[in-house]
């Protein structure tokens, strides 16, 4: 599998898992739960998708050691501050439960490298 469709892949199946575990919160819980569930899971989803949107922007032909490096850095630069701001946001005008909030972010961290383990066979 290509960097890029693995880095797409990994970006949909962890969609899929936050939209399952805000629809497990909302069963378990309440419709509350599931949003700050959907709200933990954007807050890791939005920057891993600007990290993968800028660190898969260039195409095969333009790569070398140095632009890769250069987007690697520059993604993780990004994803950094987009996480940030992000939990900025959410604690100072989001009204979320913490536990689902803090669960569903946790667990899309976690699968990031399950699936990337998983499904890239260099490992």
């Known amino acids: 599998m290509?960097?890029?469709?693995?880095?797409?892949?990994?970006l949909a199946i962890q969609l899929f898992l936050i939209v399952v575990?805000?629809?497990?919160?909302?069963?378990?819980?309440?419709?509350?739960a599931a949003y700050s569930a959907l709200v933990g899971g954007g807050v890791y989803w939005v920057?891993?998708?600007?990290?993968?949107?800028?660190?898969?922007?260039?195409?095969?032909?333009?790569?070398?050691?140095?632009?890769?490096?250069?987007?690697?850095?520059?993604?993780?630069?990004?994803?950094?501050?987009?996480?940030?701001?992000?939990?900025?946001?959410?604690?100072?005008?989001?009204e979320v439960q913490h536990a689902p909030m803090f669960v569903t972010y946790g667990l899309a961290l976690c699968s990031q490298w399950i699936i990337s383990l998983t499904l890239n066979n260099r490992y």
């Open 2 to 10: 290509s960097v890029k469709a693995l880095a797409w892949t990994v």
């Open 47 to 94: 920057p891993q998708l600007l990290y993968s949107w800028i660190g898969s922007s260039r195409q095969a032909d333009e790569l070398n050691v140095g632009l890769v490096l250069w987007d690697v850095y520059c993604g993780a630069g990004v994803k950094l501050v987009a996480t940030l701001v992000l939990f900025g946001v959410t604690f100072k005008f989001l």
């Open 21 to 32: 575990m805000a629809l497990v919160w909302w069963l378990l819980d309440s419709r509350w």
